[in-house]
């Protein structure tokens, strides 16, 4: 399949020379890169934190819990990510963006250059969530039925979010989608196994990486605008233009701050990591003037945006293990 060539390519796209060939090892290849792995982290670090907190409320660490709901988050994840470049095929943004950053934006690509068909991603896909669904199972035997609710509340907005006849992203609700999948259910699922019960400082653990990964998917959504726009995929920065776009993204990164303060306050914690968290706002409203004056670099920037979410998921994770026992 022919595509058009991209205008920024941070890596080679993947191709039939680099993964074709027949035989398990070079199709588990192909199925594994295919969803994307590199950006698997963005839902480990939230379970992650969610443990972390949780056990630290409960005083006890439960790891096959914690395993379990590792590798559920990462198939639901992955799934998601197949099903996001089938949705996008079926639309045909994918197929005709030539504005694209591989390997940020744009999909895999391995629809695109034929590397797999439409019907195996979709299969791929399929497969991926049935895995979950066996993690979530097992989950649920062990500690009932919530887990069922929130699993199936994330695996109905990941599915949605890239339905043709839905589609949320294309609706402007990507960001609320991915903030509450890769944000508040992962952190406070994750907790709830460790303790057993939610409070509303678990809620405030997980709005900030609710914030970070918004910002996340906002500044990726920017190099596909031209091709969203063309097949009536009205994502928000192609509904409210760059400027807004920039403004909208320094306003998710103070939440984040915002709420790691009202966590902080609400603890009577010391003050002084506040300045990790700053600083990290410091380079996220840098970003958001930079998005919104439409000035160049935005590889880089894209960059940047996931080291904040990373630094802030660990930033969090290191203030919960490393604070007074008391808490």
């Known amino acids: 399949m022919q595509t058009p060539e991209p205008k920024f390519v941070a890596v080679s796209e993947p191709n039939v020379s680099a993964f074709g060939g027949p035989g398990i090892g070079p199709s588990l290849r192909r199925a594994w890169f295919a969803t994307r792995p590199q950006f698997l982290t963005a839902s480990a670090l939230p379970v992650i934190l969610g443990t972390v907190w949780g056990a630290r409320q409960s005083g006890s660490f439960d790891p096959v819990s914690f395993l379990l709901a590792l590798l559920g988050v990462a198939l639901l994840h992955a799934a998601s990510n197949v099903w996001n470049d089938v949705g996008d095929e079926q639309c045909g943004t994918d197929g005709q963006n030539n504005d694209r950053i591989y390997p940020f934006t744009g999909g895999s ?5 034929g590397v797999l068909s439409l019907a195996q991603m979709t299969r791929l896909s399929l497969l991926l969530a049935a895995g979950a669904s066996v993690v979530g199972i097992l989950l649920i035997w062990l500690h009932g039925w919530p887990i069922l609710v929130l699993g199936a509340l994330g695996g109905a907005i990941g599915g949605l979010y890239s339905w043709p006849r839905v589609q949320l992203a294309g609706l402007g609700l990507g960001e609320i989608a991915v903030a509450l999948t890769f944000g508040v259910l992962p952190v406070c699922g994750a907790a709830w196994l460790q303790q057993g019960s939610l ?14 990964v918004a910002a996340v ?8 605008c031209e091709a969203d726009a ?9 509904r409210i ?3 807004w776009t920039g403004m909208l993204y320094a306003c998710l990164q103070c939440s984040a701050l915002l709420s790691v303060v ?5 603890l009577g914690l010391s003050a002084w ?12 409203l840098m970003l958001g003037y930079r998005l919104a004056a439409r000035l160049p670099g935005l590889p880089l920037m894209i960059r940047l945006t996931l080291s904040i979410h990373a630094a802030g998921c660990l930033g969090l994770v290191a203030w919960i293990m490393l604070a007074d026992p008391r808490l």
């Open 273 to 284: 990591p506040l300045a990790w968290f700053a600083l990290l706002l410091g380079v996220g």
């Open 262 to 266: 009202i966590w902080q306050q609400r």
């Open 217 to 224: 998917l906002l500044i990726n959504e920017i190099p596909d």
């Open 199 to 212: 409070d509303p400082l678990t809620l405030f653990v997980g709005l900030p990486v609710a914030g970070w």
């Open 241 to 243: 233009g760059l400027a």
């Open 109 to 113: 690509r391995f629809i695109q250059n």
């Open 230 to 238: 063309r097949v009536g995929k009205r994502t928000l920065p192609v």
